[in-house]
């Protein structure tokens, strides 16, 4: 596996080993003394997988403490744009973001670390969604951050006007609107 840094350092690129040849592929898609030697301890505790078509937006989501999740997510088959956004009150990259290309073809992995937003949009006709979690979904802590935020200026790589989203999403607000991040505790 190949672990690869990005502008914001505790998100992680991990492009697998994949052999090849006539009958199909294989490939570590987690291994976990490689990623603890690279990354850091990690224990995920429960394994997610979704469907969903073109233009399906799922985010920004994340979980208040004491319910902070890290992430392990990858693409079976399809494509999306994967985003991560760096909601730690005390980090230098606050209110940033990084994107990757996810797809079952490149079978890139996007490692997000607890204290960052989480969301992808669907660039193909369908895409299955994989993810690793390093706690359990408790929707009491469950909250999110708007796609849109003019502020956070994700470019989503799709028309806005074909962006399909949840009730949830639709009604989450910009970071600046949040008073979560008066309080330095909030993301520890």
């Known amino acids: 596996m190949k672990f690869i840094g990005t502008k914001i350092p505790d998100l992680v690129i991990i492009e697998p080993l994949v052999l090849e040849d006539d009958r199909g592929y294989f490939f570590e898609s987690f291994k976990k003394n490689e990623f ?52 730690r009150t005390d980090s230098p990259t606050f209110g940033k973001h990084v994107s990757v290309l996810l797809s079952g073809e490149n079978k890139k992995q996007f490692f997000i670390p607890r204290g960052f937003a989480h969301g992808f949009v669907v660039l193909s006709d369908t895409a299955v969604f994989q993810y690793k979690v390093d706690n359990v979904y408790a929707p009491d802590y469950d909250d999110g951050i708007i796609f849109n935020d003019p502020d956070l200026n994700i470019d989503w790589k799709i028309q806005e006007d074909l962006i399909k989203l949840s009730e949830k999403d639709k009604t989450m607000l910009c970071m600046k609107k949040k008073e979560m991040y008066k309080t330095k505790e909030y993301l520890k």
């Open 36 to 87: 603890e030697k690279e990354i850091g301890k990690i224990n995920f505790v429960q394994e997610n997988e979704s469907k969903s078509g073109r233009g399906v937006l799922r985010g920004l989501h994340f979980q208040r403490p004491p319910f902070t999740q890290a992430k392990l997510v990858r693409v079976v088959c399809g494509e999306v744009l994967d985003v991560a956004v760096d909601i």
